[in-house]
T-cell receptor, first 113, second 112 residues
Framework: GAGVSQTPSNKVTEKGKYVELRCDPI?????LYWYRQSLGQGPEFLIY????????DSGLPNDRFFAVRPEGSVSTLKIQRTERGDSAVYLC???????????FGPGTRLTVL | SQQGEEDPQALSIQEGENATMNCSYK?????LQWYRQNSGRGLVHLIL?????REKHSGRLRVTLDTSKKSSSLLITASRAADTASYFC????????????FGKGTRLSVIA
């Protein structure tokens, strides 16, 4: 079956612009996670959803970051007023209701000029 | 913040040799997982070991867990050039759906 997909694969934007990153989880997976990975580092947790609601958003760095999952499937990570420090690979993962294993998408590489 | 620390940060070996990577963590866990990442993109899940397990095998992979020392090791036997990648340990503090806490990774290079 299809894995987790993310679009776009690459996004280049200018400082101050708004961006949206999309994640399509594995069909039937109720849990969806967003992570951010900077160069030379491991992924860092941002937010996760159980169904439509954000179960834990403690990893979001500030209020410029926001994520939604209105129908409990596709999720969108939104970043307002982007800064150069937001440049990173944004990874999405999904898992089953009680699953410990998270399946990752290929990521979106965001570059803020 | 990152809980895990992989050791070494980088490892270079000849094809056919075994590769051992270590991971230490700080707080109690429910499980520990190892992932592989090629070219800084998506992570591939390799193996999960639960806190009540001490050793687990999957093909050429062998993972050990020592909860008293808060450490784990990943052994790749008979390495191949295709094993070249970054390897991350990630801890799950609770069972079920919880965010993973990743280390910084070990960069493995297998030379043909």
């Amino acid at each position: 079956g299809a894995g987790v997909s993310q679009t776009p694969s690459n996004k280049v934007t200018e400082k101050g612009k708004y961006v949206e990153l999309r994640c399509d989880p594995i069909s039937g997976h109720t849990a969806l996670y967003w992570y951010r990975q900077s160069l030379g580092q491991g992924p860092e947790f941002l937010i996760y959803f159980q169904g439509t609601g954000a179960a834990d958003d403690s990893g979001l760095p500030n209020d410029r970051f926001f994520a939604v999952r209105p129908e409990g499937s596709v999720s969108t990570l939104k970043i307002q007023r982007t800064e150069r420090g937001d440049s990173a690979v944004y990874l999405c993962a999904s898992s089953t209701l009680a699953g410990d294993t998270q399946y990752f998408g290929p990521g979106t590489r965001l570059t803020v000029l | 913040s990152q809980q895990g620390e992989e050791d070494p940060q980088a490892l270079s070996i000849q094809e056919g040799e075994n590769a051992t990577m270590n991971c230490s963590y700080k707080t109690s866990i429910n499980n520990l997982q190892w992932y592989r990442q090629n070219s800084g993109r998506g992570l591939v899940h390799l193996i999960l070991i639960r806190s009540n397990e001490r050793e687990k095998h999957s093909g050429r992979l062998r993972v050990t867990l020592d909860t008293s020392k808060k450490s784990s090791s990943l052994l790749i036997t008979a390495s191949r050039a295709a094993d070249t990648a970054s390897y991350f340990c990630a801890t799950g503090p609770n069972s079920g759906n919880t965010p993973l806490v990743f280390g910084k990774g070990t960069r493995l290079s297998v030379i043909a």
